[in-house]
């Protein structure tokens, strides 16, 4: 994703732990924010809460761990 992502111009930001998260977005201007289903052992639902909270008109995408495939 990271390298997609870079490849149409996008700068990307990533990181592990949730401190790393609010120190990134506290110091961007995010169009987009990714979060893993699980991030760093954190339910990825429950830190997009709270950084919705934050930026009420920031993208907010949670990615399942595994995406299964179409049928």
């Known amino acids: 994703m990271e390298r997609a992502l870079r490849a149409v111009g996008y700068e ?3 990181v592990h732990q949730r401190e790393g998260l ?3 977005m506290d110091e961007s201007s995010p169009a987009l924010l990714l979060i893993g289903e699980t991030f ?3 339910n990825g639902i ?3 809460k709270a950084e919705l909270e934050r930026f009420p008109t920031l993208p907010i995408l949670c990615l399942p761990k595994k995406i299964r495939p179409a049928r």
């Open 12 to 14: 990307v930001a990533v």
């Open 22 to 24: 609010v120190k990134a």
């Open 40 to 42: 760093n052992n954190e």
């Open 46 to 48: 429950e830190i997009a």
